[in-house]
């Protein structure tokens, strides 16, 4: 990709040309005009020779994709950064891999307070337990450690680290020889994660925002909160963003409110919303997910933490001050609570004024026909996570394991909420699945359930234009003139058309059907490399050598 030598600001006029340019304005579109930060206009090569003489920077993207960035709408910014910098057990394939990778941290960083990991997954161990106490004390030698669990909700911890928290084991969720969770977790986490300082915090999240940006991701939605981070973080990710190139960060602070005194504070904190992982209930892999019917693989329901009237009070609060509200709801129960509490607060203040202030559910894994109805009608935005289905849907995985094939099956039916009229916004959770974009999409798109598969162009959209809209704005995430130039260049292969329907496919091949096309993401495919990410006109990341 060639380009002039001069940096590049909002400010500066920039043609792009020699590309694929991925808009609704133009489907056959080669070339866009960057100006002041946005898109000022998308078009045809030959078009692209009258603006030639007047720009400051011309660039020759040599057959390069131009898309919008991505956006993640469910990041957890700082926990990133420290498994990036840190101890990260996903890939340990093994429990012994995972003791060897503990006891090598701990050597290599003597000074730490605290040791601080994540990522352990014991229903892909052939051990199928997690590690015990004893075995993390003798791996760290006594030092204090704590462990996350893939899915952040439940934690190992050694006992030097339960000797710093006063009163734990009276404590929900403790038990001696077994995984903390419930509150347990919360409190021990609070212990560790305040040993980290500032300019640790700082380090992880500035190399968090530097992995998404290098993956053509220009905007997070930080899902943070009292449970799960603190305000000093909150503040110190928001203040870091804002003030550094790099990616857009929305707030979300996951606090219960029941008046505007509350809202007002959720607003001070710099947060668009009372949402996020407000925890309805737990997950899957920890056996905290709210169920209607027992585990497959435990005999009971898992946790509820919120019920309706609960939930119908924030909703009510939050919409009366102009906030979004949000929750976390996974279990088929849970999901069911979130329905009819804001259907409740829908009833109290109208179903317009509900739907108007675009309230969000994370996670939504276990809907029916009902909740997928009651999310259409209320105007909830899931706020999905294709990743997880891709790590522990199909027949022998964890939610297998734990509700059964019949259950497992029903799990985060995309298609089905596409074709109520649902919006969706896509996300990793990341931590929990790393950043990935297109493996995002693809997983989307490929779903283990043949049934909830979407086509690539829709997965594509809700990872763009969809994390857009569940913050409220109509205007971004696609390349027209007027939108943000929040954009992503990439190396890829032939652009296709992928729908789950080969009927649809073939026709959105044919030229009449004026469909952009995108990459061939068909599982085994080299997924495309991102050579550079733009965030509102500024270059936040370019590939060495491009």
């Avoid at 909830?380 to 022998?396: H, K, R």
């Amino acid at each position: 990709m060639n380009e002039s030598t001069a940096p590049q600001s909002e400010h500066r006029t920039v043609l792009l040309r020699g590309g694929e340019v991925h808009s609704p304005a133009d489907p056959f579109a080669t070339a866009m005009v960057v100006e002041r930060g946005h898109v000022a206009w998308v078009g045809s090569e030959g078009a692209a020779d009258a603006f030639a003489t007047g720009v400051d920077e011309t660039v020759d993207l040599e057959g390069a994709l131009v898309t919008p960035a991505f956006t993640d709408a469910h990041v957890h910014t700082t926990a990133t950064g420290l498994a990036l910098t840190g101890l990260d057990l996903s890939g340990a394939a093994t429990l012994p891999e995972a003791l060897r990778l503990v006891r090598d941290h701990a050597a290599a960083r003597p000074g730490d307070r605290i040791l601080l990991g994540h990522g352990w997954d014991s229903a892909r161990w052939p051990e199928r337990r997690p590690p015990s106490r004893a075995e993390l004390d003798e791996a760290t030698g006594g030092r204090p450690l704590y462990l996350t669990r893939i899915d952040v909700h439940s934690a190992v911890v050694t006992t030097a680290l339960l000797d710093l928290v006063p009163g734990v084991s009276g404590l929900t969720g403790y038990e001696p020889e077994a995984p903390l969770t419930a509150a347990a977790p919360h409190a021990v986490r609070a212990a560790a994660y305040g040993a980290v300082t500032p300019a640790q915090r700082a380090e992880a999240q500035r190399a968090a925002l530097r992995r998404a940006a290098s993956l053509g991701i220009g905007s997070l939605h930080e899902c943070a909160g009292p449970d799960i981070s603190d305000e000093d973080d909150f503040a110190a990710l928001l203040a870091l963003a804002a003030g550094e190139p790099g990616p857009r960060v929305s707030g979300y602070w996951a606090e219960l409110i029941s008046d505007e005194k509350g809202a007002r504070r959720v607003r001070e904190l710099g947060a668009v919303g009372a949402a996020g992982d407000l925890f309805v209930d737990g997950s899957l892999g920890s056996h905290t997910a709210c169920l209607r019917e027992p585990y497959a693989d435990a005999a009971h329901t898992g946790s509820a933490h919120l019920d309706a009237a609960a939930i119908a009070a924030h909703v009510t609060a939050c919409t009366e001050a102009g906030l979004q509200a949000g929750f976390h709801a996974i279990g088929d129960a849970a999901v069911d609570a979130v329905v009819e509490g804001v259907r409740a607060a829908a009833d109290r203040l109208g179903v317009a004024r509900v739907r108007a202030a675009r309230h969000r559910v994370e996670h939504a894994e276990m809907l029916t026909a009902g909740t997928i109805a009651g999310f259409a009608d209320l105007g909830l935005t899931a706020s999905v996570q294709p990743g997880f289905d891709a790590a522990w849907g199909g027949e022998d995985g964890m939610y297998v394991e734990r509700l059964g094939a019949d259950r497992a099956r029903t799990l985060n039916p995309y298609a089905a909420l596409l074709r109520a009229g649902v919006p969706l916004a896509l996300g990793s959770d990341s931590p929990v699945t790393p950043l990935d974009p297109w493996g995002t999409v693809r997983a989307a798109a490929f779903h283990r359930t043949p049934e909830h598969r979407v086509s690539v162009r829709a997965a594509f959209t809700a990872h763009t234009r969809g994390g857009w809209r569940a913050v409220g704005r109509d205007d971004a995430g696609t390349l027209v003139p007027g939108a943000p130039a929040d954009y992503a260049v990439w190396r890829t292969e032939e652009l296709v058309v992928q729908a789950p329907d080969d009927r649809v496919a073939r026709w959105s091949t044919d030229p009449r059907s004026g469909t952009p096309g995108l990459p061939d993401l068909t599982p085994g495919r080299p997924l495309p490399e991102c050579l550079r990410t733009v965030v509102g006109g500024q270059t936040v990341f370019m590939r060495p050598n491009e």
